[in-house]
């Protein structure tokens, strides 16, 4: 996953690989391009990998180019924070990105376009 990946899937319910977790920056992401738009692949400094839709809820900010720090993700716009494991806003804030599963298996990353 250098940079930005492309996916062509012919079901919802495949799992693609996209990458090795290291591939993915610590505390950091990458940006998957799928059908259902950018999706911002996300890993945490424990090495758990989340994904979610890379447009904040708030004003459509690339959530991939946010700051990760635990398991959340601060939208690099407006400072909005996001759950990574469900794209929840943290309050005050409300609104959600859509969240999508992602396996590790033997280091590597695969992800599905079937909404969590």
């Not at 447009?55 to 716009?77: A, D, E, F, Y």
């Not at 005050?92 to 079937?114: Q, T």
């Amino acid at each position: 996953m250098s940079g930005i990946s492309s996916l062509k899937q012919t079901t919802t319910t495949d799992w693609i690989e996209v990458g090795t977790v290291e591939d993915i920056p610590r505390l950091g992401a990458r940006v998957v391009e799928s059908a259902v738009g950018n999706i911002g692949v996300f890993r945490t400094s424990d090495d758990e990998v989340f994904a979610l839709l890379d447009h904040c809820p708030h004003k459509g900010g690339p959530l991939s180019q946010g700051i990760v720090h635990g398991r959340r993700v601060t939208c690099p716009l407006h400072n909005w924070v996001l759950e990574l494991d469900s794209g929840a806003a943290v309050a005050p804030d409300e609104g959600c990105a859509a969240g999508y599963p992602v396996k590790v298996v033997d280091g590597k990353v695969f992800l599905s376009l079937s909404p969590k």
